[in-house]
């Protein structure tokens, strides 16, 4: 064969759906937009979306990176799954994120000086890790068949022995969440691209646990 014929064919490669070329990279884009979308449909209830979060890692990490199961079918199964554990996460998660930004807030207002500085910086941290133990949450949700209550103690665990990787995640959130906020219609894209970076870090931490 020429070599011009050699390059027409890899060129045609490129775009054939079983080649992993550029088709298949473009495919995978608007799978990740169809998930945002879903994610956010199936989030519209607010208490449900400890458990469309919890399906969009399952199904992030099944579909997109793994290639198996259909991207739809995979989502609903992990969310009815999930639906009950995920909304009693969300409040306890929720409520008590609640309590301690009303407290930052009443400490705010009401005191000053270096004695109120320190009691909001407190609460503050406190917030913070509270965000991180959601972060580390709704992936062992999804990977894990534990009661809320062991769910929630893996993720304390979790946020303080793997400091370093807690730390990035917090980044990729807050990344996330402000480029949302200076472009909002990047919210139909945006989740699904925090969660796949999230899953980069989070796999390897679940993967250990899962042999112990």
């Known amino acids: 064969m020429s070599e011009l014929g050699k390059k027409t064919r890899d060129k045609q490669r490129l775009f054939t759906p079983d080649s992993g070329g550029i088709y298949n990279y473009i495919e995978k884009f608007f799978d990740m937009a169809a998930l945002s979308i879903i994610w956010l449909i199936t989030s519209l209830p607010l208490v449900t979306m400890g458990a469309s979060t919890a399906a969009l890692y399952y199904?992030?990490?099944?579909?997109?990176?793994q290639d198996r199961g259909y991207l739809l079918q995979e989502f609903i199964h992990s969310f009815k799954v999930n639906l009950k554990e995920g909304t009693v996460l969300l409040l306890i998660l929720g409520g008590t994120g609640f309590i301690l930004q009303l407290n930052i807030g009443i400490l705010y207002s009401l005191t000053d000086g270096l004695f109120?500085?320190?009691?909001?910086?407190?609460?503050?941290?406190?917030?913070?890790?509270?965000?991180?133990?959601?972060?580390?949450?709704?992936?062992?949700?999804?990977?894990?068949?534990?009661?809320?209550?062991?769910?929630?103690?893996?993720?304390?665990?979790?946020?303080?022995?793997?400091?370093?990787?807690?730390?990035f995640l917090l980044?990729?959130?807050?990344?996330?969440l402000g480029l949302i906020y200076y472009f909002p219609v990047l919210i139909i894209l945006i989740p699904s691209w925090i969660i796949l970076a999230v899953s980069y870090l989070m796999e390897p931490i679940l993967e250990k646990h899962r042999t112990t």
Request: net charge positive.
């Open 116 to 167: 109120g500085l320190f009691f909001i910086i407190f609460y503050l941290f406190l917030h913070i890790w509270m965000i991180g133990i959601g972060i580390y949450t709704y992936p062992l949700l999804s990977r894990f068949e534990m009661n809320f209550g062991w769910i929630l103690k893996l993720a304390v665990y979790m946020t303080v022995r793997y400091l370093p990787v807690t730390l």
């Open 59 to 65: 199904t992030v990490h099944k579909v997109i990176r």
């Open 171 to 176: 980044l990729i959130l807050a990344i996330g």
